[in-house]
């Protein structure tokens, strides 16, 4: 995959150049704004030069590292502006995995307390002892009672929507 290949080199230069966070912090930055109707508009544009495209991003970006930006340029070069999100997603990924983080999110139809959370992390934590656990509550209110716990792509539902889905399947 295209993202992954890009992912793959603006990590590697981060990690080299001891900039791993800082680059993080500009894709939080992009997200921002390539969720934005003129910026995705602006960048498939094929009347739009490619230089117009750099001096933009240079003007816009003007904080961020040369390295970076110079990705940017590559991206623009290549007419692969229109992956950046996916490629910050990776790039996201790539860092959580080498920092051993994983990000769990715990949907429930009401917010759960803290001790709530902390109890489902430290049930996490016993799976998995190697990793700093990150836990968003995320409210469903569909889900009536209980929760469903997403590690990666694996879900735990112990919700009371599930349970009574599984009951009426089983009728």
Same mark, same amino acid.
């Given at each position: 995959? !295209?993202?992954?290949?890009?992912?793959? #080199?603006?990590?590697?230069?981060?990690?080299?150049?001891? *900039? &791993?966070?800082?680059?993080?912090?500009?894709?939080?930055?992009?997200?921002? +704004?390539? @969720?934005?109707?003129?910026?995705?508009?602006?960048?498939?544009?094929?009347? =739009?030069?490619?230089?117009?495209?750099? @001096? %933009?991003?240079?003007?816009?970006?003007?904080?961020?590292? *040369? /390295?970076?930006?110079?990705? $940017?340029? +590559?991206?623009?070069?290549?007419?692969?502006?229109?992956?950046?999100?996916?490629?910050?997603?990776?790039?996201?990924?790539? %860092? $959580?995995?080498?920092?051993?983080? &994983?990000? =769990?999110? +715990?949907?429930? #139809?009401?917010? $759960?307390? *803290?001790?709530?959370?902390?109890? &489902?992390? /430290?049930?996490?934590?016993?799976?998995?002892?190697?990793?700093?656990?990150?836990?968003?509550? !995320?409210?469903?209110? @569909?889900? &009536? #009672?209980?929760?469903? %716990? %997403? =590690?990666?792509?694996?879900?735990?539902?112990?919700?009371?929507?599930?349970? $009574?889905?599984?009951?009426?399947?089983?009728?």
């Amino acid at each position: 995959m !295209v993202e992954e290949e890009y992912a793959k #080199a603006i990590y590697e230069l981060a990690d080299e150049n001891n *900039k &791993i966070d800082e680059y993080s912090e500009y894709f939080i930055a992009l997200k921002e +704004v390539d @969720e934005t109707p003129d910026f995705i508009n602006f960048f498939d544009n094929p009347t =739009v030069s490619k230089e117009e495209k750099k @001096e %933009v991003i240079k003007k816009t970006f003007k904080s961020f590292d *040369k /390295n970076f930006l110079n990705f $940017l340029f +590559v991206l623009v070069d290549n007419n692969r502006m229109n992956y950046l999100k996916k490629i910050g997603k990776r790039y996201t990924k790539m %860092v $959580l995995e080498n920092k051993n983080i &994983i990000k =769990v999110r +715990v949907f429930s #139809a009401k917010t $759960l307390t *803290k001790e709530e959370l902390n109890k &489902i992390k /430290n049930g996490l934590k016993n799976r998995y002892k190697d990793n700093q656990i990150e836990i968003k509550n !995320v409210i469903k209110p @569909e889900l &009536i #009672a209980g929760y469903r %716990v %997403v =590690v990666n792509n694996e879900a735990i539902d112990l919700s009371l929507k599930n349970s $009574l889905d599984q009951l009426k399947k089983s009728l």
